[in-house]
């Protein structure tokens, strides 16, 4: 069965600084790997997405994300937090059944 | 391009009483989901519908939870009856064609609370 594991529940970071938001996954056969974040009492909206070739992604809002496959990790990325990227991150994956699960959620607090 | 529609918003219903929500996808989009996201925790699948017949419903408790979606547009939830453990918000996403590429829009959600 494929799995997604979102190992840290919060992570906090400087406003200006780096982020990163950790994602690692376990799929049978090619995964496609997806990035969603969700705002207070909204949906969820997409980032970013990993289907085939490029390792490194770029997504929506200056994200981006690092699809490494001897790791089976697929990290979000930003070069600079803001604190407006304050939100819950999702890390999704999806096999070729078209079977897709979600990660626990990653709270994202940028601090000022 | 309107998004994801969903009502309502908020819902509050008692303990064995019933409840259907609603879902209409972004026009064109092919495939449907229904999500049910509990509290601290990611969305779960429910349903999978590709056009008005379902592919995936392996998650759905189908002793109480329905769901259709008739002319391959607008779809229904329902809950009957409902239980406390019902209590999460319940999201609806459309995706253009369902591949394992595509990506899933999502709707703003219905938040039920099961008293």
């Known amino acids: 069965a494929q799995s997604v594991a979102q190992p840290e529940d919060q992570v906090n970071v400087a406003e200006g600084n780096p982020l990163t938001v950790k994602c690692t996954y376990s799929?049978?056969?090619?995964?496609?790997l997806f990035w969603y974040v969700q705002y207070p009492n909204r949906g969820l909206q997409f980032l970013l997405k990993?289907?085939?070739?490029?390792?490194l992604v770029k997504g929506s809002y200056g994200f981006e994300a690092e699809f490494n496959k001897s790791q089976t990790s697929f990290h979000l990325k930003k070069p600079s937090a803001l604190v407006s990227d304050s939100a819950l991150y999702f890390c999704?994956?999806?096999?070729?059944?078209?079977?897709?699960?979600f990660g626990t959620g990653t709270k994202l607090q940028v601090i000022p | 391009e309107a998004g994801v529609a969903q009502s309502p918003r908020y819902k509050i219903i008692e303990k064995r009483q019933s409840v259907a929500f609603w879902c209409n996808p972004i026009?064109?989009?092919?495939?449907l989901y229904w999500y049910q996201q509990i509290l601290g925790q990611g969305p779960k699948l429910l349903i999978q519908?590709?056009?008005?017949?379902?592919?995936?419903d392996s998650q759905l408790p189908k002793d109480r939870f329905s769901a259709e979606r008739l002319k391959g547009v607008d779809s229904t939830l329902k809950i009957q009856p409902a239980k406390l453990e019902d209590s999460a918000v319940y999201l609806c996403?459309?995706?253009?064609?369902?591949?394992?590429?595509?990506?899933?829009?999502f709707g703003p959600g219905t938040r039920l609370t099961v008293l």
């Open positions: 999704a994956v999806r096999d070729i059944a078209q079977k897709v699960t």
């Open positions: 799929v049978s056969g090619n995964p496609y």
């Open positions: 519908f590709q056009n008005n017949g379902v592919v995936d």
């Open positions: 026009s064109g989009h092919a495939t």
């Open positions: 990993y289907i085939t070739g490029d390792n």
């Open positions: 996403a459309s995706s253009l064609k369902g591949g394992g590429a595509d990506t899933q829009y």
